[in-house]
């Protein structure tokens, strides 16, 4: 049955508000990829800004503009995120544009060196 050129036009979606990556073994690693990433579409300058990306060498696009530019809560609980990944919420947190008002990372490794920085965010964020 033909049902014309729209059958094929993928149903609109709301935008992406909550993204829970709570539990998923994620390092600091992905976590910074993904936070800079977020920290770009909100119109962050994000990591090694104005330089080209690499991953193992190869070259990587820019974060597409609309990427996670609605996310407003970021739940990144029980992973194994260490101080080394706060850099990336600070700039995510920081970002021009960013609608990101919760964010849980509780249950990660953070340690003391993290929790001050942390408190240090928390008190940046909230000035």
Do not use: I, K, W
Request: glycine share 14%; hydrophobic share 45%.
């Amino acid at each position: 049955r033909d049902q014309g050129p729209g059958a094929l036009r993928p149903a609109a979606r709301p935008p992406l508000r909550t993204l829970s990556l709570r539990g998923n073994r994620l390092g600091d690693a992905g976590a910074r990829a993904l936070l800079f990433a977020l920290a770009s579409a909100f119109g962050g300058a994000g990591e090694d800004a104005g330089e080209d990306a690499s991953v193992d060498g190869h070259d990587t696009p820019p974060a597409a503009p609309a990427v996670g530019l609605g996310v407003s809560e970021l739940d990144l609980s029980l992973n194994a995120l260490t101080a080394d990944c706060l850099d990336a919420v600070s700039a995510v947190l920081s970002a021009h544009e960013s609608a990101l008002v919760a964010l849980d990372l509780r249950g990660n490794r953070l340690g003391a060196r993290g929790a001050a920085r942390g408190a240090a965010l928390a008190g940046e964020g909230g000035a």
